[in-house]
């Protein structure tokens, strides 16, 4: 059965990028410490981060993250989905318009311009004839930015949310959450680590 991640490194004071993220500082002043234990050499980090990448049928992102991760100081060989992990989704891009040219056009990119929800049903096809050709079930998994994670979760769309606490205070970037409806989530495992604590929910719908 294919299910619905959303997977995101956050600050203990709930920030996904530290200030002043832009396509030539995709993660702000700081930020990069939210991801220090994707590329941690300590066992139960990368047990996580190969579980996570491997469970991924299909990939949704925003397109300001698109366009963090398709610039010039983006993903490479080494910093790609999953840090070299496993082997290439298909990656969704939710947008108002097409990029006019892709810098990594060695992945195999979608892009939808009719909203989330329809990235969405994109991606899970995508990852149930993926799971259908390699026998197993995968996921979809939402990658973010923290906008497109906050949207999915108030329009209903998520099934397990995926959340890697990084022990650093931000102070001010991108929060993750904002308000809303009042959500209850059943906590599935904690895993704490080195360099953060891992949590898995299942979301109620």
Do not use: C
Not at 149 to 155: G, K, M, Q, V, W
């Amino acid at each position: 059965m294919t299910r619905i991640i959303a997977d995101i490194s956050v600050s203990l004071d709930g920030f996904v990028t530290g200030p002043g993220p832009g396509p030539d500082s995709g993660l702000g002043i700081g930020g990069e410490a939210l991801h220090t234990w994707a590329f941690s050499d300590d066992p139960d980090d990368r047990r996580v981060l190969r579980e996570g990448t491997a469970r991924s049928g299909a990939v949704v992102l925003g397109r300001r993250l698109f366009d963090v991760v398709d610039g010039p100081n983006g993903w490479d060989g080494t910093t790609g989905y999953g840090a070299g992990e496993v082997g290439r989704p298909a990656f969704v891009v939710v947008t108002g318009a097409p990029p006019k040219t892709v810098r990594t056009a060695d992945l195999d990119w979608t892009f939808v311009t009719t909203g989330l929800a329809d990235a969405v049903a994109v991606a899970r096809e995508r990852a149930e004839a993926a799971s259908a050709a390699g026998g197993r079930d995968l996921d979809v998994v939402l990658m973010g930015g923290g906008a497109t994670i906050r949207s999915a979760l108030e329009a209903g769309l998520v099934d397990g949310l995926s959340l890697h606490l990084a022990p650093v205070v931000l102070g001010a970037g991108t929060p993750l959450f904002t308000g809303g409806a009042p959500r209850t989530l059943v906590q599935r495992e904690v895993l704490a680590t080195s360099t953060a604590t891992h949590l898995t929910y299942d979301v109620r719908r």
